[in-house]
C-alpha cells in the first residue's frame, strides 16, 4: 500500500552541470558581461532572463521577496535555464525543433484550454513580463525539448536482472512503513477557482458539510465527489494524498484525536467528521488502508518503484549525454 521514496535519484548531475557551464563560459557573448548571468556554447543567460523566471514563479510579487529568498530563486531558475538552454541545443540538432506553425498551434491549443479570449491573452503576457516574441522562443524551447525526451524515453528498457539486482543491493530502502493512506476531499476558503469553489471561510464550512451530508448517505462515491468537488490538486486523482504515520499527520495540523481514530477504531473505507486546519482550510478524509507495523516489501511489491526509478536515472543520463 505504501509508495516508497525512490532511491536511485540523480539530481545532482543537473546542478554539476549547470555550475560548469556558468563558471566556464561566462562573459563570451556581445551582450554586456554585466548582464550576462550564464552562457552555453555562446548562448548568452541574461540577469533578465533569469529575473523574469523569478518575477513569473512568484506571480509578479519578486520585489515582496527578501534578498536570501531572491538570491535562492536566481540560483535555482538560472540552473533551469541552463539545463534547458543544453537540452534545447542538442534537440535543435538532432532536428526536434517545431516550426513556427507548430509553436502557434501550441499557444492556440493553451488559449482554448484556459478558455482565455484574446483580450485575456494578451492581458496575461503584460502581467508575466512576457512579449508575443519572448513566449512563442519559450514555447519553442519546451516543445524541443520534449520531443528530445519522448524520444530518449522510446529507446529505454529495463530488464528484470537490473530490478532484481537493485532490489538486493537496497533491501534496507524498501519498507512499507506503519501509517495510513487517505484520501481527502478539501475546501479551501481563500482562492476561488471554479464556479463550486468556495469564496470565503464561511462557504468552506457549509460547502464541506453539504459534501460530509453526500458521503454519510453510503451512495455516493467518494473518489467521484472529491474529482468533482475537492479543490485541491488531489481532485485528478480521486482524492489520494498518500500515506502518513503519527508524526506527519501532527505536523500537517491533525487533531490528536483524529490520529487517534485512525490508527485504531476507524474502519478501512471509513471517513471522518469535516477536520479545519490552521490556515481555515476544511477537509474529509477517507481511510483507505492501515498498516500498524513496518514491513520488509518483497521483489514484486518494489518492482514499479525500482523499475521507475531506474529510468528516471537512464532518462536523464540518456538527455544529457
Known sequence: MHRAAKPFATLFA?????VTLAACNSGKNETNSKDIAATVNGKSITLKDVDQRVNQRANGQMAQMSPLQLAASRLQELESLIQQEVLFQRAEKEKLAPSEDDVTRE?????????????????????????????????????????????????????????EDAYNKNRQLFVNRRGV?????????????????????????LKIDDIYQQLSGGSA???????????????????????????????????EEEITRLF??????GITKPVQFGDGRWAIFKLTARQLENQNQTLDEARP??????LGQRRQLLTLA
Not at 14 to 18: G, I, K, N, S
Not at 192 to 204: F, V, Y
Not at 264 to 269: A, F, V
Open 14 to 18: 543537473v546542478a554539476a552541470l549547470a
Open 107 to 163: 499557444i492556440n491549443t493553451r488559449k482554448q484550454a484556459g478558455n482565455l479570449t484574446e483580450e485575456e491573452y494578451q492581458r496575461q503576457l503584460r502581467e508575466s513580463g512576457q512579449t508575443e516574441q519572448t513566449l512563442r522562443e519559450s514555447i519553442r524551447k519546451e516543445v524541443a525539448v520534449q520531443r528530445l525526451q519522448e524520444k530518449v524515453i522510446a529507446n529505454i528498457s529495463i530488464s528484470d536482472r537490473e530490478v
Open 181 to 205: 493512506a487517505l484520501a481527502a476531499i478539501m475546501a479551501d476558503g481563500r482562492e476561488s477557482g471554479g464556479e463550486d469553489d468556495a469564496k470565503n471561510p464561511t462557504e468552506a464550512k
Open 221 to 255: 462515491d467518494f473518489a467521484t465527489i472529491a474529482r468533482q468537488r475537492s479543490e485541491d490538486a488531489s481532485a485528478q486523482v480521486g482524492g489520494d494524498i498518500g500515506v502518513f504515520d503519527e508524526n506527519q499527520l501532527k505536523q500537517l495540523g491533525f487533531p
Open 264 to 269: 485504531g477504531e476507524t474502519k478501512i473505507g
Open 305 to 310: 518503484q525500482i523499475k521507475e526509478a531506474l
